[in-house]
C-alpha cells in the first residue's frame, strides 16, 4: 500500500446536522420545566415576604413585642434577651382610623420558647389591646395587659370550693 502524501488526506463523511430540537432538547426540556416552578415560587415568596413586612410594620406588633421583651416576668420565664421569631400568624386589617388585628408571634429566648398572643382594636385613640399575653412552652401564662396580675399558674391562690 502506497501513501500519496503530495495530495491532502481524503475528509471525513459529514454526518446530517439534524433539527435545532434534535440537537438541544436535553436542555431546553429541564429548562422549560423549571422556569415556570421558579417563578411561581418567586411569586409565593414574594407573597408571603410582603405579608410578614406588614405586620411586623404595624404599631400593633412592634407595640406588643416592644412590651413583652421588657416585662421583667416574660424575660425571667424565657431568659433574656427574649426576641421575636419571624414565621408571625394571623391579620391585621386597617381602614382609616379604624382596624383589627389578631396576630401571634413566636418568642424565644435563652431558656425557653413561648407565643405572644395579641387581639386589639384601633380607633382613632390607636390601638385598644383585649389580648396580650405570652403563653411560654412550659404552660405559664403572662398577661401583659395587667401588669401586676399573676396567671393562675403563678398564683398561691387556692379555690375554696376545691376547684
Known amino acids: 500500500m502506497t501513501i500519496d502524501y503530495t495530495q491532502p488526506p481524503a475528509s471525513p463523511e459529514p454526518r446530517p446536522a439534524g433539527s435545532w430540537w434534535s440537537r438541544n432538547w436535553k436542555w431546553v426540556v429541564p429548562l422549560g420545566c423549571l422556569t415556570p416552578l421558579l417563578l411561581i415560587g418567586s411569586c409565593v415568596a414574594g407573597i408571603v415576604f410582603f405579608a410578614f413586612t406588614a405586620i411586623k410594620g404595624s404599631d400593633a406588633y412592634t407595640d406588643a413585642v416592644q412590651r413583652a421583651q421588657t416585662d421583667p416576668r416574660v424575660v425571667t420565664a424565657l431568659g433574656g434577651p427574649v426576641e421575636a421569631g419571624w414565621w408571625v400568624t394571623g391579620n391585621i386589617n386597617v381602614d382609616g382610623s379604624g382596624g383589627t388585628a389578631d396576630i401571634d408571634v413566636p418568642l424565644h ?7 405572644l398572643e395579641i387581639e386589639a382594636e384601633r380607633d382613632s ?3 385598644n389591646y383585649s ?6 412552652d412550659d404552660g405559664t401564662t403572662i ?8 396567671s393562675p399558674e403563678e398564683s398561691d391562690y387556692t379555690d375554696p370550693a376545691g376547684g
Open 109 to 115: 429566648g435563652t431558656a425557653k420558647k413561648g407565643t
Open 125 to 127: 385613640g390607636g390601638w
Open 131 to 136: 389580648v396580650m399575653r405570652v403563653h411560654v
Open 143 to 150: 398577661d401583659l395587659i395587667e401588669p401586676d396580675a399573676l
